[in-house]
């Protein structure tokens, strides 16, 4: 599989403004990016920390898998991601051991990445995600 380092942590928040100022003010982080995934029905917010991001996730959609995050869980963590050489065969490998897929297939994500998401079912609860930037 690969895996090099976590690539982001992903936050779901009802208002990235609001958020920011907790993590620019507050915390003396740069928000680098602001994004709208229209495919995901989500707008994001990226802050470096180290190798690794933090990707706030504010929903655009009443109907969006974050929207309906919040409303049941309220705000927080939403999932946890991680570097790959390949996201297909990351998630290749996760199935044949057994894990529940979201994604069969990679399909594109915040700042041109490939993403695929395991269910959290096969998890332990936590929603995880394979990025790469190749393939």
Same mark, same amino acid.
């Given at each position: 599989?690969?895996i090099?380092h #976590? %690539?982001h942590? $992903?936050?779901?928040v009802?208002? @990235?403004?609001?958020?920011k100022?907790?993590?620019?003010?507050v &915390?003396?982080?740069?928000?680098?990016?602001?994004?709208?995934?229209?495919?995901?029905?989500?707008?994001?917010?990226?802050?470096?920390?180290?190798?690794t991001?933090?990707?706030?996730?504010?929903?655009t959609s009443?109907?969006?898998a974050?929207?309906?995050? #919040? %409303?049941?869980? $309220?705000?927080?963590?939403?999932? @946890?991601?991680?570097?790959?050489a390949?996201?297909?065969?990351? &998630?290749?490998?996760?199935?044949e051991?057994?894990?529940?897929?979201?994604?069969?297939?990679?399909?594109?994500?915040?700042?041109g990445?490939?993403?695929?998401f395991?269910?959290?079912?096969?998890?332990f609860g936590?929603?995880?995600?394979?990025?790469?930037?190749?393939?």
């Amino acid at each position: 599989m690969n895996i090099s380092h #976590i %690539e982001h942590i $992903g936050i779901a928040v009802k208002s @990235i403004d609001e958020a920011k100022k907790y993590y620019e003010d507050v &915390l003396g982080l740069k928000c680098y990016a602001v994004e709208e995934v229209t495919d995901q029905k989500v707008k994001t917010a990226f802050f470096q920390v180290g190798q690794t991001k933090i990707e706030l996730l504010e929903p655009t959609s009443d109907d969006s898998a974050v929207a309906k995050f #919040i %409303e049941k869980r $309220g705000e927080g963590i939403h999932h @946890i991601a991680f570097n790959t050489a390949d996201t297909n065969e990351a &998630l290749k490998t996760a199935e044949e051991n057994g894990i529940k897929l979201i994604d069969k297939e990679q399909r594109k994500g915040a700042e041109g990445l490939n993403i695929g998401f395991l269910h959290p079912k096969s998890t332990f609860g936590v929603l995880t995600e394979f990025c790469s930037k190749n393939n």
